[in-house]
């Protein structure tokens, strides 16, 4: 249910303080998840969500899944959110395949964990946080902007607030679209995720099935970060001759897949905002920063800036006010080094699998074996990606 905002009345020469503690700009999954994690607080969030304009035509299929690993999963547990295991799929093993044999498996029972991450159905997570904001009293849905004493903006990469305070966003773009799509199996997923780094030697490109559907399950997501103009070819192609491209990409992997939803496809970009706080605001999820997706942590890195958020404003000193510089500043500091760190690997990976010349192209195949067999190395690596 939509509310209007409550607003002193023009008529009265009283100064009023705002209606509202915060007002977050974005009601995506961080914009919710924020919204949900200070209401604990007790605090007055208005949650806003641009609405499409007059005529615009209808939102597509959303055909999203996202990889969270172990902190997003608790986070999302805490509020009792986390969906059911059928819009939840665990991950117990994954499969990295390189250009030329190279391959690096990740395997859960190694690591002595439940699942390296969860494959989640976006639309079903939405609508649990959907749910839950509707039954919380302190949030409050409003049908624009309305003044607080501190901003957060939740609206993605595409923000237009971003410029409101005056905050520059610098977008290098990687000549990449990103093709989603659905596809039953012939052969069961059995929890495992595959990724192949080049397929059929198309260097730069990364595509990745992801289980869905629960443990037994035999449908994936397809995340195939194509060049622009193959990514083009493919989404023109009709659904038979799809499918047809896919399973020769990845081998026939999984048997014969039937193409069972819509195909989105979205420009690829490395992007970040020049500062993320500011007096009365603050910035997270992808209005802050975006990373190519083929490490499958533009999500958790998200939700990682909410938890970070939230957790600093519930231990603010009384005496400080919600949008304090030097408060939002330790949000600031505290998440840039993450989320720089995964820039990095992110981008290295894929410079690293554009590069074409065959001496480069056998050694990185080569750094894959050497990894695969690393012991503890890879076993850091594999505790930091699950959010360990």
């Not at 690829?268 to 910035?283: K, N, S, T």
């Not at 699998?353 to 894959?368: D, E, I």
């Amino acid at each position: 249910m939509v509310h209007s905002p409550v607003r002193p009345s023009p008529r009265s020469g009283a100064p009023s303080s705002p209606a509202f503690d915060i007002c977050i700009r974005g009601g995506g999954i961080v914009g919710h998840t924020l919204a949900l994690l200070l209401a604990r607080d007790r605090l007055r969030i208005a949650l806003y969500t641009p609405k499409a304009p007059p005529g615009a035509a209808p939102r597509p299929e959303d055909v999203r899944a996202y990889a969270l690993n172990g902190a997003s999963r608790e986070l999302l547990q805490s509020l009792r959110v986390w969906p059911d295991e059928a819009q939840a799929t665990p991950v117990r093993r994954m499969e990295v395949f390189g250009d030329e044999g190279g391959l690096v498996q990740f395997d859960a029972e190694a690591q002595n964990l439940d699942a390296l991450n969860w494959i989640v159905d976006v639309p079903a997570l939405e609508q649990r946080l959907a749910q839950a904001v509707q039954y919380q009293a302190h949030v409050e849905l409003v049908d624009e902007p309305v003044p607080a004493a501190l901003t957060l903006v939740c609206e993605g990469r595409e923000s237009a607030t971003r410029a409101e305070f005056g905050v520059r966003y610098s977008a290098a773009a990687y000549g990449q679209r990103g093709i989603a799509a659905r596809f039953k199996t012939e052969l069961p997923h059995r929890m495992v995720a595959r990724q192949w780094l080049s397929p059929q030697d198309r260097q730069g490109e990364v595509l990745a099935l992801l289980p869905l559907g629960g443990p037994a399950g035999q449908e994936v997501a397809l995340v195939w970060s194509a060049a622009d103009a193959h990514a083009q070819e493919l989404q023109a192609l009709p659904d038979d001759e799809f499918a047809a491209r896919v399973m020769q990409a990845c081998g026939h992997a999984l048997g014969t897949l039937t193409l069972s939803s819509a195909r989105a496809q979205w420009p690829l970009q490395m992007a970040l905002a020049d500062r993320w706080v500011g007096p009365g605001f603050a910035l997270a999820g992808d209005a802050a920063h975006t990373v190519h997706p083929l490490a499958g942590q533009g999500l958790n890195l998200g939700l990682g800036d909410a938890a970070t958020l939230a957790a600093i404003i519930h231990a603010r000193a009384p005496h400080r006010a919600l949008g304090d510089l030097q408060l939002l500043r330790r949000y600031e500091r505290a998440r840039k080094l993450d989320t720089h760190a995964m820039r990095a690997a992110t981008d290295g990976l894929f410079q690293l699998f554009a590069q074409t010349p065959a001496p480069v192209r056998s050694l990185r195949n080569w750094g894959m074996q050497l990894f695969n067999h690393s012991g503890p190395l890879k076993q850091w690596v594999t505790r930091r990606a699950v959010g360990l």
